[in-house]
């Protein structure tokens, strides 16, 4: 291999090494050895979860020592009692944290209470059987939710002043924003909700959306942050979507739902076609906002494992023929990523705003 190339391989090798690493070390922490492809397995799989800090990097110092390097976050209990302390004192699973009259440990991503040993009790299925506390930690997904949120304030707060000052003429990056608000007010809200009501939503559409958009372009840095891959999030997105849609649904919207044939037959004529027709109608108002969650869920978090396995594959094939292949197949996805995560936004903000237009639908 020539020598630059040579010298490219290993650099880019080691520069995902160091961002691999304080993932991959699950392997390590359990003291059990594994082959490469299991070790990539479980990157990817603690890769996709929560943490408790903002791990950067780790390497091994000459006693053979892990050091990790990254920004540590609060840990906040309720076990008996409120228990606070920081991450750093759980050290990636490795040590016990005293507290009060507890003990605590992290295993597989989450934290349970345990004794001064760190016993984790297993059942048949390997699952841990220890006691969970309730966690009311700031993770990095919380992190990254109310960095986002903040950012959004401060973003459109000075959007909406420069509107104020310039005779409603946008500047700086507000100039980049406003086409996109125009769009959803103008090619979203209005043509599924209708003239009448649409602003009564353009709050939630507005905001839903860079919020979704925001979160998942801040997925793709180096930090990791998995925040639109969480279950957890986009049921809470979704719901949100659900009470909207069902508590400002006007009387036609939920006469459609039990009484979808209208005046249209006799009332004994409709009874054998309503038994099949109205629970229909009503499991559509719950399948409407699951469809919601695991869209948005589903997707982003396979752009994640497609990703991260492509990078994967470079540490599996080691040549000069499949790590570039790899490398250039990730920065492919990686490009189509940035499109995803415009795309995930839109279609969440669009269907939304199609329940609405069904909930403020009239006669």
Do not use: C
């Amino acid at each position: 291999m020539p020598t630059s190339l040579n010298n490219f391989y290993h650099i880019f090798t080691l520069t995902i090494a160091l961002f691999s690493a304080p993932l991959s070390l699950t392997a390590k922490e359990s003291e059990t050895p594994v082959d490469l492809k299991t070790e990539i397995k479980e990157y990817i799989s603690h890769h996709l979860k929560d943490a408790y800090d903002f791990s950067l990097f780790s390497y091994s110092n000459d006693q053979g020592k892990h050091i990790y390097v990254g920004i540590p976050l609060p840990v906040i209990l309720w076990d008996n009692g409120f228990h606070f302390f920081s991450s750093t004192k759980l050290n990636h699973g490795q040590d016990v944290v005293p507290s009060g009259d507890y003990y605590y440990k992290l295993e597989h991503s989450k934290i349970y209470r345990t004794d001064a040993a760190g016993t984790i009790d297993y059942d048949k299925s390997h699952h841990p059987t220890n006691l969970i506390p309730l966690d009311f930690s700031i993770t990095k997904a919380v992190v990254s939710m109310l960095l986002i949120a903040f950012l959004m304030f401060f973003l459109f707060k000075g959007l909406a002043k420069s509107y104020s000052v310039n005779s409603r003429l946008p500047e700086g990056v507000g100039r980049f924003f406003e086409p996109i608000v125009l769009y959803i007010r103008d090619d979203i809200a209005r043509p599924n909700i209708g003239e009448k009501k649409y602003r009564n939503y353009m709050g939630f559409l507005l905001t839903v959306f860079f919020f979704i958009w925001f979160l998942n372009m801040l997925g793709l840095t180096p930090l990791g942050v998995n925040v639109t891959g969480n279950i957890a999030v986009t049921f809470g997105l979704s719901m949100l979507t659900f009470l909207i849609t069902n508590l400002t649904g006007t009387k036609d919207y939920w006469l459609h739902i039990f009484d979808p044939l209208g005046a249209s037959m006799k009332w004994y004529a409709k009874i054998p076609l309503y038994i099949i027709l109205i629970p229909i109608e009503v499991l559509g108002i719950f399948i409407k906002p699951f469809s919601l969650l695991i869209r948005l869920y589903a997707n982003m978090q396979a752009g994640h494992i497609v990703l991260m396995s492509l990078i994967g594959l470079m540490f599996i094939f080691k040549s000069w023929l499949g790590s570039p292949l790899s490398f250039g197949l990730a920065f492919a996805i990686s490009i189509i990523e940035l499109l995803v995560a415009l795309l995930q936004a839109y279609i969440f903000t669009m269907l939304s705003a199609l329940y609405f237009g069904f909930a403020a639908e009239e006669h």
